[in-house]
């Protein structure tokens, strides 16, 4: 009797579990090396890859007989000098309703070509499509990007075997890129994810060949840029990839090394609950017709997964 009611419990605590999982709802092969994701204010959802990238198109609503479900799309990109280039796209920022991404030519040679990407606003049934803005000036991988509302991006300067930097570009508008300059520069680390929000420059940062601690700071930024001396907003054992914010002060971050999506509170620091999937890049909840949905990039899988958001979280 004792062994039935174990069971039974066992049993029920497994159901409880997977029901509070995400699940995956649709998985997107062929992102080469995927990367970053970015939902922009018009709902088009895009992600990031090596060669090219990707528009994220939900089902058609309501859904139809002959519609295949979730999808994605390559799009076009330009150049300034009208020829083609092959490009690993990487960090993803929304300003003035444009959509900004880095790429660079060869991420494995850190004197590569390095271009700003923008995608204009575009009417309803619009293909959208790159177009080069400007050449970047750094040595090293660029990573992640964020504006700041102000006319300027930051973007995570990525040095591979050797500390990088955040640097700080000012634009022209959407047209050009003024200056391209280093915000912060590390001494033990490398940044990779970057995101602003309420004044503040999150920077995901992980140690010069593994040795040491990945960690989340926040800088203050002022009017020349951000603050000296960060807050720690998270600090582990293990490789932390991109991240999303989170409403009521949280981090959706992308654990690479662990092979985890977590949910990090904000002001403690503490993993309030993580679920496993291989190899994620990033993670960011994403809305479709008044449904939520976690969208997950896998750099080994080489796709980009839609789950279930069963947490409710919700992007800030």
Request: proline share 7%; glycine share 10%.
């Amino acid at each position: 009797m004792r062994l039935a009611a174990a069971l039974l419990a066992l049993s029920a605590f497994a159901t409880a579990q997977a029901a509070t999982t995400p699940r995956t709802i649709a998985a997107l092969p062929g992102i080469a090396a995927a990367e970053n994701a970015l939902q922009a204010s018009d709902g088009r959802i895009y992600a990031s890859s090596n060669g090219a990238l990707y528009r994220i198109v939900p089902p058609a609503s309501p859904h139809a007989a002959d519609d295949p479900g979730w999808s994605r799309t390559a799009l076009a990109a330009s150049f300034l000098d009208a020829r083609p280039h092959p490009c690993y796209y990487l960090g993803l920022a929304e300003a003035n309703r444009t959509v900004f991404a880095l790429c660079t030519e060869n991420s494995l040679d850190i004197a590569a070509p390095k271009h700003l990407m923008a995608i204009d606003p575009v009417a309803a049934g619009t293909a959208p499509a790159l177009r080069e803005v400007g050449a970047l000036q750094s040595i090293g991988l660029p990573n992640g990007l964020a504006s700041d509302g102000q006319g300027h991006l930051y973007y995570a300067n990525t040095g591979l075997l050797y500390p990088g930097s955040v640097h700080k570009l000012t634009l022209a508008g959407t047209s050009a890129v003024v200056s391209d300059v280093p915000a912060i520069q590390f001494l033990l680390e490398n940044p990779n994810g970057l995101k602003i929000a309420g004044g503040q420059l999150y920077v995901g940062t992980d140690p010069v060949l593994l040795l040491g601690a990945t960690r989340v700071l926040r800088y203050p930024l002022g009017a020349n840029g951000p603050a000296p001396v960060p807050a720690v907003v998270s600090s582990a054992l293990g490789f932390y990839d991109d991240f999303s914010l989170l409403a009521g002060n949280g981090l959706l971050v992308a654990e690479f090394l662990l092979g985890q999506v977590q949910d990090v509170d904000e002001a403690s620091g503490r993993v309030l609950q993580s679920f496993a999937i291989g190899q994620p890049t990033s993670a960011t909840v994403v809305t479709d017709d008044g449904s939520s949905y976690l969208l997950v990039t896998q750099r080994g899988a080489n796709q980009a997964v839609v789950m279930t958001n069963p947490w409710n979280l919700k992007a800030r």
